[in-house]
């Protein structure tokens, strides 16, 4: 029966426009990257972002502001680190 996993499902205005990407990866590497976000005061999505976007002008592709719309917070705190480097 399906009625539990249709009643769980629910809009998410944020992921509008976006695609789901998504590896496999060390245990090591997912606590890593949940520690920095703490201690950056961001989240995870936001820290992605700026990893595909340092790779992208590494490969000389150019920057895609705003990979994917985020929460409000997530945003703010994700451009003033970006003011800050």
Do not use: W, Y
Not at 39 to 44: A, I, L, R, V
Not at 54 to 59: D, G, P, Q, S, T
């Amino acid at each position: 029966m399906h009625l539990l996993a249709e009643s769980t499902k629910f809009h998410r205005p944020s992921r509008d426009g976006c695609r789901f990407m998504g590896g496999h990866f060390s245990p090591e590497v997912l606590k890593q990257m949940k520690l920095l976000a703490v201690e950056e005061g961001t989240t995870t999505q936001a820290l992605l972002d700026e990893a595909l976007n340092l790779l992208f002008v590494k490969k000389g592709k150019g920057r895609i502001i705003g990979v994917c719309v985020h929460t409000p917070m997530a945003i703010s705190v994700h451009n003033i680190h970006r003011n800050e480097a």
